[in-house]
């Protein structure tokens, strides 16, 4: 797992700063175990209502101080 690489204190510190994406509920669930809150989940649980939803995510976030996110057309 993932997650177990790191201590909690290191884990702690570097998801702060990460977008959490899960594929589906059970992902959730065990990323909730380890006290992640997952931004990104598709209503679809495969790989590319993934993609998609991390595009539309990242579309919408602002990116670096005083900067617009892209709308989509």
């Not at 797992?1 to 990460?18: I, K, S, Y």
């Not at 989940?41 to 602002?62: C, K, N, Q, S, W």
């Amino acid at each position: 797992n993932f997650a177990e690489l790191f201590t909690e204190d290191e884990r702690r510190g570097w998801l702060r700063r990460v977008t959490v994406a899960c594929i589906g509920p059970i992902t959730a669930a065990t990323a909730a175990e380890y006290g992640l809150t997952t931004d990104v989940m598709p209503g679809e649980y495969t790989i590319p209502a993934l993609a998609r939803a991390l595009a539309d995510h990242f579309a919408r976030v602002p990116r670096g101080p005083g900067r617009q996110a892209r709308r989509s057309v």
